[in-house]
């Protein structure tokens, strides 16, 4: 399958007579994608509709337990029946319905520049890279602590990857005491990148000083920040049935703040959820509706994502496990309950493997695939995510960002004309001959194929000459390369400066500790 | 996450507490599988009938060299416009639309007992391992010329999987003579396993030595074997637009008989086909259609089955590639011609890695989701294929078999009663509790879960402990137990007897040559 003398030759020639002689790029735009496939079931919509009133059944009849005085007062504003020693909020579902006709079915969610903003709508397909792990770990430094020049190295990455939209809570830079680390996180998220920034809800303090951050770095003032999302924080609920203090109150200055929260309880199926998919989707369904129904009690029209991170434990030792029918299943049926709320929503892939090995990537291909039917708008921890999110793997990223293109390249449609079907092409190579050096091909030769980031296609014989190197290794090579090669957004010096400044005085005055 | 005493002692006290016991097994019939996904697009429907148009045209205008004097003839007879010295056959739409007319939209293919039965129609679902390979490998012996061990093991592991449906010729025995080798291989998959086994195509002598061993071992008369599908072969057309001696002798042979041919033309987008998808579908279309012409011409009725082993190569190296974005495209637009056409169709599983690492495992899974959206019938290659087939991998057969059971997993309704949204079970436990030990839960936990075969998921601690060990170093000893752990399905012991003389006198005859 070894291309003949006679294609290189007529290439070489085009070479020689293209006026041009750069090599055409080939250029698809990863920036806003269309999911093109139809949002596959996993229940019959009667099981659905159950679920959804079973899950209103549940707000109502046996409550949310809400640790946030604030947020209480907010549900008992809203009419629940609220008991402030148990902390018990039953909620009715006209609540929950006022606040579905409130969420918005669509918004953007914006970046430094209009090429980077997102619209998170159903539909709509974007994803982010891995996130929330305590440890970074790649072949060379091994695995450790996950620390700022992690944390600001994966910034960079994601920077490099159109196909990953949004800057995320990647790794936790545990080397920077907890009062300041929202600075440098948040820093190194605005200046870094011009994508879509992510604030942790870790108390007012902290989210206020972030948003301040951003506003500063947009340019914004405060009518311009609010009118639009311009960062988003992920608010999970503690299953079964709790929202903690930090996240109520991420809910709440989120909302006043018109910006995102993207809710996700984490149902695991067998443990902190029911063993079975239904119930673990309809129990995350329950927690999901009580939050949506606080952001949009505070502020109505706050954009709000739906979330769902439900999948199984593995029964004998209690872990988490991704990748399963059961994770798939999950993953479907929750796109299912997200249209019939018709909200924009994430799912997450995911791996539960130590290492960047067929395992980790036969669960994280497998979950990507099992988002990519499932209809999610945002696919969470899409791209270096090893050990069930303990782990922030570098070689992992690349080869997660090989799967991710792949899917990315199925958004455009492919070449379909009279003239890409090629009869004429057909024709002019007899029996027995081959396609590499027809005008058909000469014309597209160079822009027709996805070129791999990971992938070695070689022969075994080259690729052993090579060093059998596998696939681990070889992403080794390619994450170093594109830090090496990494460029920083043009962004405004003197708003950097302003952003430093703020840094300085608020780092004076003491940071924010973390409000638990 | 870890389960806690009471949980455990609840288990506990349970087991004590049964009258029975042994431990439930999870029983989910991998046997007979209908896809549960509506297949999906890659072209819009006018695209595709453009495609089927130009296909007939292709046959109508330009022809398809057909190597083998008796297929011209019977072309010939049915109204095509034959030249024997360019040995050039042009096949008008009318033939072509009375062969799609007459080939069975769904058949049987029959395995050693009914419940290995496959039925072949749009919808079902059925998984064959790699096949084709002429080298074996595997982590203890390393990559080697495929042998006739390898192969009988090989046959041995599917025979282990339900959710492999079929015998193929996954690693060719190089160590057998060519003219004895088709004994040893028939022997091997009818006395080994009880699935429906396949033959190769290497001519009449061969065939007609195999089918012969196959009424042997199922205890068939003419009548009977003719009646049903017992066998099937792969033939692969030569892209572009050549059908070769054995190849179409196999098509006359087996549609005498009244046995499948699976018809794959094997048209990579940039080498032997258009660079584009739409081009090379649209060859592999034409390719396909004169195939199973002549086979309906043979014998009208004779079960077929369509075949897209389309892909695209490296243009850099010519190299073919799977799981990219062309592919997955390809598989779709396949599935789009295969409805268009009515026909039970196959397509392939597959991977150019050269060791079973994250590369393989993304290449195989995307695939295999490729497939699973395209709708087909037959995926092939689905287990344990490396080097775009050059190498069958014991380790790689282990680690897809994971992604193929998921998937598999998939096609069985998940629970969704009243009972399973588990309103009850959800209220039983309190905020801040967990499910590990309520009813709900243990009623279900001994088969609530798919059990993996290969994943690890222990925490990093665990696992560096245990050894640190990869999927495939885990793969190594499940393929091993495997093997240990075989028993051959029952057998009359008076057929193997019948089927040893067959051979002893065949190869004291000289046994038969592969005809090319």
Chains 1, 2 share one sequence.
């Not at 948040?186 to 303090?205: N, W």
């Not at 009118?227 to 999970?236: E, F, K, L, R, V």
């Amino acid at each position: 399958m070894v291309m003949d003398d006679a294609a290189r030759r007529a290439r070489k020639s085009r070479r020689r007579a293209s006026p041009a002689a750069a090599k055409p790029e080939r250029r698809i735009d990863y920036r806003r994608l269309h999911n093109p496939f139809s949002p596959q079931p996993a229940f019959s919509d009667d099981q659905i509709a159950e679920m959804h009133t079973t899950a209103l059944r549940i707000l109502e009849e046996l409550g949310i337990k809400v640790l946030l005085p604030e947020a209480r007062d907010i549900y008992r504003r809203a009419g629940a029946l609220v008991d402030d020693e148990t902390e018990m909020v039953r909620l009715g579902r006209e609540v929950v319905e006022s606040a579905l006709a409130s969420a918005p079915k669509s918004f953007r969610l914006r970046g430094a520049v209009p090429d980077r903003d997102q619209v998170m709508e159903l539909g709509a397909l974007s994803f982010q890279a891995g996130a929330g792990c305590p440890h970074a770990t790649d072949r060379e430094r091994g695995r450790r602590p996950g620390s700022l020049e992690d944390f600001l190295d994966t910034v960079k990455l994601v920077q490099g990857f159109d196909v990953l939209h949004t800057i995320g809570p990647t790794v936790e830079p545990q080397d920077v005491p907890i009062h300041l680390r929202h600075y440098a996180m948040t820093r190194g998220g605005l200046t870094l990148s011009d994508k879509p920034c992510f604030l942790y809800a870790r108390g007012t303090p902290q989210v206020e000083d972030g948003m301040e951050m951003i506003r500063l770095m947009r340019g914004l003032d405060r009518d311009a920040f609010l009118a639009d999302a311009w960062t988003y924080t992920i608010i999970n609920t503690n299953s079964p049935r709790t929202l903690d203090i930090p996240m109520a109150q991420g809910l709440i200055d989120f909302a006043k703040a018109g910006q995102m929260s993207i809710v996700t309880p984490f149902c695991l199926a067998g443990a902190m959820a029911p063993i079975t998919v239904a119930g673990a989707i309809t129990l995350q369904h329950a927690e999901a509706l009580a939050a949506i129904a606080l952001a949009q009690l505070v502020r109505p029209g706050a954009p709000v994502m739906y979330g769902s991170f439900s999948s199984n434990v593995d029964m004998k030792s209690g872990s988490p496990a991704f990748g399963t029918p059961e994770h798939v299943t999950a993953t479907l049926g929750s796109g299912q309950l997200a249209r019939l709320i018709g909200l924009p929503w994430r799912a997450a892939a995911a791996s539960a493997a130590n290492v960047a090995d067929a395992q980790a990537s036969t669960e994280t291909v497998m979950s990507l695939w099992a988002c990519l039917m499932a209809g999610a708008t945002h696919v969470v921890h899409s791209a270096g995510w090893l050990e069930g999110g303990l782990t922030f793997s570098f070689e992992k990223m690349m080869i997660d960002l090989e799967a991710v293109q792949t899917l990315a390249e199925l958004c455009t449609p492919p070449p379909g004309t009279t003239e890409d079907i090629g009869f004429d092409a057909i024709a002019a190579v007899a029996p027995g001959g081959h396609f590499f050096a027809g005008d058909h091909t000469m014309s597209r030769y160079q822009t027709a194929f996805y070129e791999p980031l990971v992938a070695d296609w070689s022969n075994f014989g080259t690729w052993s000459e090579a060093g059998a190197r596998t696939a681990d290794q070889r992403a080794t090579d390619l994450w170093k390369q594109k830090l090496a090669d990494y460029a920083p957004p043009a962004h405004d010096p003197a708003r950097i400066e302003a952003l430093d400044a703020f840094i300085a005085r608020r780092t004076e005055q003491g940071g924010a500790a973390p409000v638990s």
